[in-house]
């Protein structure tokens, strides 16, 4: 290992970004492809997009992070909107914390949320917790 001196030189990383349209995952890989231009397609593995995977819908635009003319990362935007697909009715003592439930994503994520949202809402995730914000509809 190298030990860094306050005096060390570094070149700043050229990285840009693009929107991008989430188009489908196969196995490990999530593809997409230039909003501008949907002939351009890339794909990313679940190890490089991590926990964000998870609330990735079809057609939805994110942005792309791009290093040495390659997408390297997406960023899904902070708060995004997603169909409630499962909501068990709220029971005492099978909670995950006091005044929440688990429910089920269109996404197929899993995430708590207050124990009045139903089966069929709309609600809002912040995807940088993975914490539901509020009902939409």
Known sequence: SKTLRP????????VSKIEA???YQH??????????????????????IGEQGKFLKPD???????????VI???LPIKINLKVIEAPPGVKG??????????????????????FIEEGDIIEINTQTSQY???IE
């Open 73 to 75: 990362n997406i960023f």
């Open 21 to 23: 349209k989430y188009l």
């Open 94 to 115: 099978s909670r995950a914390e006091p005044g929440t439930k688990t429910v089920t994503l269109e996404t197929g994520a899993k995430i708590n949320a207050p124990l």
């Open 7 to 14: 005096s060390d030189v570094f070149e700043e990383a050229e």
């Open 60 to 70: 939805q635009i994110i942005e792309g992070i791009i290093f040495e003319d390659k």
């Open 133 to 135: 914000v509020r009902r």
């Open 27 to 48: 196995q490990d890989k999530f593809f997409f492809s230039e909003k501008e231009n949907p002939a351009k397609r890339f794909d990313l593995t679940t190890e490089q």
